[in-house]
């Protein structure tokens, strides 16, 4: 039997393998920036462990969503987001570690980070003691060695 009903009711598709970047708001104010690459999955289930009363959704490529992802949390500074710092912020040195992994930057060194840090203006964000790169900027360095040095 078709859906038919008096009142106004907003339709909400799976987005199953959807990628999506999602903004949990309370009220108007975005309190939560996360993404999913299975579509509404990702914002339901935050459901009871913070406090929001709507979600707004941007698709996303795929291989952009911590890029995108770290923008709206530098934009928004949502108050729920502070408590995944692990995820969101990387200290240079782990940041090295990760691209050790990828074959084309196995010969990458902590220097080559911070020259790409200097070349590019980037500051880094001070939390506690340490000094952290948020996603955007790993991303930048990222593009930047393999302009710069093609990653070796």
Request: glycine share 8%.
């Amino acid at each position: 039997m078709e859906f038919n009903e008096a009142f106004e009711a907003k339709t909400y598709t799976p987005l199953k393998s959807q990628s999506i970047v999602y903004f949990l708001l309370d009220g108007k104010e975005v309190v939560y920036v996360g993404h999913s690459r299975k579509g509404l999955v990702g914002p339901f289930q935050h459901v009871g462990t913070k406090v929001f009363d709507s979600v707004k959704v941007l698709e996303v490529d795929e291989s952009q969503l911590a890029f995108v992802e770290g923008e709206f949390i530098e934009k928004y500074d949502p108050k729920y987001n502070v408590k995944i710092l692990g995820r969101l912020l990387k200290k240079p040195i782990t940041f090295k570690k990760e691209l050790k992994e990828e074959e084309m930057f196995s010969k990458i060194t902590i220097r080559d980070i911070k020259k790409a840090i200097s070349a590019l203006g980037i500051e880094l964000k001070l939390v506690g003691s340490s000094y952290y790169l948020t996603a955007y900027q790993c991303e930048e360095i990222k593009d930047y060695l393999i302009e710069e040095k093609g990653g070796n």
